[in-house]
T-cell receptor, first 110, second 113 residues
Framework: EDQVTQSPEALRLQEGESSSLNCSYT??????LFWYRQDPGKGPEFLFT???AGEEKEKERLKATLTKKESFLHITAPKPEDSATYLC???????????FGQGTELSVKP | NAGVMQNPRHLVRRRGQEARLRCSPM?????VYWYRQLPEEGLKFMVY????????ESGMPKERFSAEFPKEGPSILRIQQVVRGDSAAYFC???????????FGQGTRLTVV
């Protein structure tokens, strides 16, 4: 069964304290891995798509990487406005639906 | 370019009533997906539609739930005879092609009283 596990469930950082979020996945042929950010009461906001092992993408303080079994979202020198829940999702070979992890709730304190 | 539009943002229904949730995809997007987010749970896939076709409904409950995406107009998720357990946030997403990144709307929060 296709599955996505994110860790940790919650992460508290001080402003400027870099860290990484993990997304482990089991899928029968990965078509794509997606990272989203979700603020309370809002819909998920698209961040990155990764398609193959070794691929990396960056956006401001965020960098996403992909291996054959997991993806990391690295946050460099975070700011309080980076506080949100970060969601990881995989897309199976047939495309279409996304299978989401439970998310990592990130809190960055000034 | 407007994003994915969902309405209403909040919907309150009494047990046994019908709920209709609407979703207008981004301009140029012909693929629509519905997801449900229960309190303290992750996003769960419900159904994937293209214009006038249901492509994948593997996540839809067998009874009371239906979805459509007509040739003209928004996609509709319909829940008949709602129960308290249907209370959740329902999100719609759209993509230009199958397999590309999907963009989400702000959701409809359904409360069944």
């Amino acid at each position: 069964e296709d599955q996505v596990t994110q860790s940790p469930e919650a992460l508290r950082l001080q402003e400027g304290e870099s860290s990484s979020l993990n997304c482990s996945y089991t899928v029968s042929g990965l078509r794509g891995l997606f990272w989203y950010r979700q603020d309370p009461g809002k819909g998920p906001e698209f961040l990155f798509t990764l398609y193959s092992a070794g691929e990396e993408k960056e956006k401001e303080r965020l960098k996403a990487t992909l291996t054959k079994k997991e993806s990391f979202l690295h946050i460099t020198a975070p700011k309080p406005e980076d506080s949100a829940t970060y969601l990881c999702a995989v897309q199976a070979p047939q495309g279409g639906k996304l299978i989401f992890g439970q998310g990592t709730e990130l809190s960055v304190k000034p | 370019n407007a994003g994915v539009m969902q309405n209403p943002r909040h919907l309150v229904r009494r047990r046994g009533q019908e709920a209709r949730l609407r979703c207008s995809p981004m301009k140029g997007h012909s693929h629509v997906y519905w997801y449900r987010q229960l309190p303290e749970e992750g996003l769960k896939f419900m159904v994937y539609l293209q214009k006038e076709n249901i492509i994948d409904e593997s996540g839809m409950p067998k009874e009371r739930f239906s979805a459509e995406f007509p040739k003209e107009g928004p996609s509709i998720l319909r829940i008949q005879q709602v129960v308290r357990g249907d209370s959740a946030a329902y999100f719609c997403a759209s993509s230009p092609e199958k397999g590309t990144e999907a963009f989400f709307g702000q959701g409809t929060r359904l409360t069944v009283v």
